[in-house]
Protein backbone atom coordinates (compact mmCIF):
# COMPACT_ATOMS: atom_id res chain seq x y z
CA UNK A 1 0.00 0.00 0.00
CA UNK A 2 3.01 1.86 0.82
CA UNK A 3 4.31 1.41 -2.96
CA UNK A 4 0.87 2.54 -3.80
CA UNK A 5 1.17 5.71 -2.25
CA UNK A 6 3.91 7.02 -3.64
CA UNK A 7 3.08 5.64 -6.86
CA UNK A 8 0.14 8.28 -6.67
CA UNK A 9 2.00 10.96 -5.45
CA UNK A 10 4.36 10.30 -8.22
CA UNK A 11 2.05 10.43 -10.71
CA UNK A 12 -1.04 12.70 -9.81
CA UNK A 13 0.40 14.92 -6.45
CA UNK A 14 -0.60 15.35 -3.08
CA UNK A 15 -3.60 16.78 -4.11
CA UNK A 16 -5.00 14.10 -6.20
CA UNK A 17 -3.97 11.62 -3.28
CA UNK A 18 -7.12 9.55 -2.00
CA UNK A 19 -7.26 6.33 -0.13
CA UNK A 20 -9.76 5.32 -3.18
CA UNK A 21 -7.18 6.02 -5.54
CA UNK A 22 -4.30 4.35 -3.27
CA UNK A 23 -6.63 1.25 -2.76
CA UNK A 24 -6.89 0.78 -6.76
CA UNK A 25 -3.07 0.96 -7.67
CA UNK A 26 -2.84 -1.21 -4.97
CA UNK A 27 -5.25 -3.66 -6.32
CA UNK A 28 -6.85 -3.80 -2.95
CA UNK A 29 -10.53 -2.74 -1.89
CA UNK A 30 -10.61 0.70 0.61
CA UNK A 31 -11.69 -1.74 3.04
CA UNK A 32 -8.62 -3.34 3.34
CA UNK A 33 -6.84 -0.76 3.42
CA UNK A 34 -8.77 1.40 6.22
CA UNK A 35 -7.64 -2.06 8.53
CA UNK A 36 -4.06 -0.73 8.18
CA UNK A 37 -4.40 3.23 7.42
CA UNK A 38 -7.59 4.53 8.56
CA UNK A 39 -6.97 8.23 5.85
CA UNK A 40 -4.54 9.58 3.56
CA UNK A 41 -2.49 11.13 6.06
CA UNK A 42 -2.02 7.95 7.75
CA UNK A 43 -0.39 6.71 4.59
CA UNK A 44 1.37 9.76 4.21
CA UNK A 45 2.80 9.79 7.59
CA UNK A 46 3.79 6.03 6.95
CA UNK A 47 6.03 6.49 3.68
CA UNK A 48 7.20 9.96 5.62
CA UNK A 49 8.41 7.61 8.20
CA UNK A 50 10.10 4.83 6.20
CA UNK A 51 11.58 7.62 3.94
CA UNK A 52 12.97 9.49 7.16
CA UNK A 53 14.45 6.20 8.77
CA UNK A 54 16.05 5.36 5.86
CA UNK A 55 18.10 8.49 5.50
CA UNK A 56 18.45 9.61 8.82
CA UNK A 57 19.04 5.77 10.02
CA UNK A 58 22.15 5.94 7.27
CA UNK A 59 23.37 9.11 8.19
CA UNK A 60 23.78 8.44 11.67
CA UNK A 61 25.49 4.74 11.07
CA UNK A 62 27.43 7.42 8.75
CA UNK A 63 28.06 9.98 11.87
CA UNK A 64 29.27 6.97 14.19
CA UNK A 65 31.73 5.60 11.45
CA UNK A 66 33.51 9.23 10.97
CA UNK A 67 34.14 9.83 14.97
CA UNK A 68 37.88 9.09 14.51
CA UNK A 69 38.47 10.45 11.19
CA UNK A 70 40.22 13.80 10.85
CA UNK A 71 37.14 16.60 10.82
CA UNK A 72 37.78 17.05 6.87
CA UNK A 73 37.29 12.96 6.04
CA UNK A 74 34.75 13.27 8.75
CA UNK A 75 32.54 15.64 6.89
CA UNK A 76 33.03 13.78 3.73
CA UNK A 77 32.08 10.66 4.65
CA UNK A 78 29.09 11.85 6.22
CA UNK A 79 28.37 14.17 3.01
CA UNK A 80 28.82 10.73 0.48
CA UNK A 81 26.49 8.98 2.69
CA UNK A 82 23.59 11.33 3.04
CA UNK A 83 24.02 12.05 -0.70
CA UNK A 84 24.40 8.19 -1.46
CA UNK A 85 21.26 7.53 1.13
CA UNK A 86 18.92 10.57 -0.45
CA UNK A 87 20.29 9.04 -4.23
CA UNK A 88 18.88 5.86 -3.00
CA UNK A 89 15.64 7.41 -2.20
CA UNK A 90 15.18 10.11 -4.71
CA UNK A 91 11.72 8.68 -6.09
CA UNK A 92 10.89 8.89 -2.57
CA UNK A 93 11.83 12.16 -2.03
CA UNK A 94 10.48 13.79 -5.18
CA UNK A 95 6.92 12.01 -4.32
CA UNK A 96 7.04 13.56 -0.69
CA UNK A 97 8.05 16.78 -1.34
CA UNK A 98 4.68 18.67 -2.26
CA UNK A 99 3.11 15.94 0.27
CA UNK A 100 5.60 17.53 3.24
CA UNK A 101 4.24 21.26 2.58
CA UNK A 102 0.51 19.88 2.24
CA UNK A 103 0.55 17.64 5.02
CA UNK A 104 2.42 18.51 7.94
CA UNK A 105 5.91 17.62 6.82
CA UNK A 106 7.65 20.05 8.44
CA UNK A 107 7.99 18.81 11.86
CA UNK A 108 9.22 15.57 10.59
CA UNK A 109 12.22 17.70 8.45
CA UNK A 110 13.03 19.82 12.09
CA UNK A 111 12.49 16.56 13.58
CA UNK A 112 14.82 14.55 11.13
CA UNK A 113 17.44 17.52 10.93
CA UNK A 114 17.30 17.03 15.45
CA UNK A 115 18.50 13.59 15.29
CA UNK A 116 21.20 14.09 13.12
CA UNK A 117 22.41 17.18 14.60
CA UNK A 118 22.67 15.90 17.92
CA UNK A 119 25.15 13.54 17.15
CA UNK A 120 27.00 15.62 14.54
CA UNK A 121 27.23 18.48 17.95
CA UNK A 122 29.28 15.38 19.92
CA UNK A 123 31.72 14.60 16.79
CA UNK A 124 32.50 18.57 16.64
CA UNK A 125 32.56 18.88 19.88
CA UNK A 126 35.35 16.06 19.82
CA UNK A 127 37.41 18.09 17.05
CA UNK A 128 37.32 21.25 18.90
CA UNK A 129 34.57 22.70 17.28
CA UNK A 130 33.40 25.93 19.12
CA UNK A 131 28.69 26.35 19.76
CA UNK A 132 29.14 22.53 18.69
CA UNK A 133 25.22 22.78 18.97
CA UNK A 134 25.43 25.68 17.35
CA UNK A 135 27.53 24.46 14.66
CA UNK A 136 25.95 21.43 13.64
CA UNK A 137 22.43 22.54 12.77
CA UNK A 138 23.96 24.87 10.54
CA UNK A 139 26.06 22.41 8.68
CA UNK A 140 22.63 19.93 8.73
CA UNK A 141 20.48 22.60 7.43
CA UNK A 142 22.76 23.95 5.29
CA UNK A 143 23.41 20.73 3.50
CA UNK A 144 19.99 19.60 3.18
CA UNK A 145 18.85 23.47 1.55
CA UNK A 146 21.38 22.88 -0.93
CA UNK A 147 20.02 18.84 -1.52
CA UNK A 148 16.74 20.20 -1.66
CA UNK A 149 17.30 23.28 -3.85
CA UNK A 150 19.54 20.40 -6.18
CA UNK A 151 16.54 18.19 -5.81
CA UNK A 152 14.07 20.95 -6.62
CA UNK A 153 15.78 21.91 -9.99
CA UNK A 154 17.10 18.38 -11.12
CA UNK A 155 16.47 15.05 -9.79
CA UNK A 156 19.38 14.44 -11.74
CA UNK A 157 21.66 16.55 -9.79
CA UNK A 158 22.38 14.45 -7.09
CA UNK A 159 24.24 12.30 -9.64
CA UNK A 160 27.22 15.26 -10.26
CA UNK A 161 30.13 14.10 -7.98
CA UNK A 162 31.09 17.81 -7.87
CA UNK A 163 27.97 18.98 -5.76
CA UNK A 164 29.81 16.52 -3.20
CA UNK A 165 32.27 18.03 -3.09
CA UNK A 166 31.18 21.35 -3.47
CA UNK A 167 29.24 20.51 0.09
CA UNK A 168 31.97 19.18 1.34
CA UNK A 169 33.93 22.21 0.70
CA UNK A 170 30.94 24.69 2.15
CA UNK A 171 31.20 22.62 5.87
CA UNK A 172 34.55 22.11 6.03
CA UNK A 173 35.63 26.38 5.72
CA UNK A 174 32.40 27.08 8.17
CA UNK A 175 33.93 24.34 10.38
CA UNK A 176 37.67 25.20 10.02
CA UNK A 177 36.75 28.86 11.07
CA UNK A 178 34.60 27.99 14.35
CA UNK A 179 37.77 25.63 15.33
CA UNK A 180 39.23 26.18 18.59
CA UNK A 181 42.41 24.85 20.60
CA UNK A 182 41.02 22.29 22.77
Request: proline share 3%.
Amino acid sequence: MLAATLQVLRKHGAAALTTTRVAEVAGVSVGSLYQYFPNKRALVAALKLQYFEQITGRTLAAIHAARDLPLAAAVAHIVGELLAAKRDNRVMALALRSSLAELGGRAWVRQAGAMLSDPLAELLRDACVARSDVAARIVVSSIEGVIAAALESDPHALDDPGLADELVTLACAYLEQRRRAC
